[in-house]
């Protein structure tokens, strides 16, 4: 191992012209819209490492250019304390915003070159892998009911034996709409795999309250959902805290909060049942690691929100491998910025299990073709491991 490596630069590798649909306003879903982006940090002795942030470009463009003082120059292989050292010297720019989005997808990357240097899968670094394989829930958008079903059955016949589905019509029409849709869901899918139904709750002007939410969770309850996901505006924790008490079903949500200042009450309050921080926004590995553990702590669950890329994915796999509290991990299908991504594809198991990448760092390789097709020509800087 180089005791003394050094970060000395980093690029931007924006993904376009295939984010997932659904969540976003149309004017973010324009042919040149940029809502990932790839970061790549490069040492002073050639290796490069890759992270992901769920922000355009030009933001995590800023954020760097804010960053690079304290970055550049900066040890390669302490992850948590350089990625901290950039927290603390932004403070009063951004802190909580593009700017932790970008040390998310920098943090990431440096996770990755600490894998590759040691030879070690990041999930290991971290203090040791509880389990070698995962159940993904592959992540999709309600519609009506039979467009639905055919989604879920296109899943299937890809493996999943858990789905989650969300936003759409779902809360945004009627009851009648809701129970519809999950009545056809839980009929398509039979009764051994598991459904989880996320409402969107940090949908733009989100009109519901607790006395909707708690009605909603008793009809799940009668479809032995798994657990339901942002049935209420993101920052009400008070409601959170109601609800969650009150709920037949476990409740979940945080995947907007960033740093883990902002989790603790919401974990101490037992403000949900299953806690969904994102690696990609969160403040990466070192952020979401204590996240994680802090919850354990608190007897509430790990799922980690991954509605994001392959970079992001792989981030999770690592994580969930090294939380005894995890169960799941999110895995958005269909999804290109998956799939082209990464030179081989992500498969299941006969139980719907993936097996947890054993690789050095983030344990996957990246198909320089994908890459290049969605970051509109860019390719990765050849690493030296």
């Given amino acids: 191992m180089v005791p003394h490596m050094k970060v000395q630069d980093v690029r931007l590798l924006p993904l376009v012209g295939a984010t997932p649909d659904g969540g976003w306003d149309e004017k973010s879903l324009e042919a040149d819209t940029n809502l990932h982006t790839l970061v790549e940090v490069v040492t002073d002795e050639g290796i490069t490492g890759l992270g992901s ?139 051994d795999r598991e459904l989880m139904v996320d409402a969107g709750g940090s949908d733009a002007f989100w009109p519901h309250g607790f006395k909707w939410a708690v009605e909603t969770a008793r009809m799940l309850a009668d479809y032995e959902v798994a657990w339901f996901e942002e049935p209420l505006r993101p920052d009400d924790i008070d409601g959170y805290i109601k609800l969650t008490e009150h709920s037949p079903v476990p409740i979940s949500g945080c995947e907007v909060l960033t740093r883990r200042q902002a989790f603790l009450p919401w974990i101490e309050k037992r403000a949900v049942d299953y806690i969904q921080p994102d690696v990609t926004k969160v403040g990466g590995l070192s952020e979401e690691f204590r996240i994680a553990q802090y919850a354990d702590d608190h007897s509430i669950r790990f799922v980690p929100h991954g509605w994001n890329t392959a970079v992001g994915l792989a981030a999770d ?46 344990g996957m390789r990246w198909n320089p073709e994908g890459i290049e097709k969605h970051t509109g020509g860019l390719n990765l800087t050849p690493s030296s491991l």
């Fill in 53 to 191: 942030a769920f922000t355009s470009a030009r933001l995590v463009e800023g954020a760097i250019d804010v960053l690079r003082p304290h970055l550049i120059g900066a040890s390669a292989l302490d992850p948590a304390a350089t990625s901290e050292l950039c927290h603390q010297q932004t403070f009063w720019q951004g802190r909580g915003g593009a700017i932790t989005h970008a040390i998310s997808a920098i943090d990431i990357a440096l996770w990755d070159i600490l894998g590759k240097v040691a030879g070690q899968p990041i999930g290991r670094l971290l203090g040791g892998r509880f389990r070698d394989s995962i159940k993904p829930y592959g992540s999709l958008l309600m519609d009506e009911p039979d467009i639905l079903q055919a989604s879920l059955e296109e899943g299937m016949s890809r493996g999943f034996q858990a789905f989650k589905i969300g936003w759409g019509p779902f809360g945004r029409r009627d009851r009648k709409t809701d129970e519809a849709i999950v009545r056809r869901a839980r009929e398509t899918l039979g009764p």
């Fill in 317 to 362: 796999l690592q994580l969930v491998s090294a939380c005894p509290n995890a169960r799941w991990v999110e895995y958005i299908t269909p999804a290109p910025y998956i799939e082209d991504l990464l030179v081989e594809p992500i498969r299941m198991d006969e139980d719907g299990l993936v097996r947890i990448p054993e690789g050095p760092g983030l």
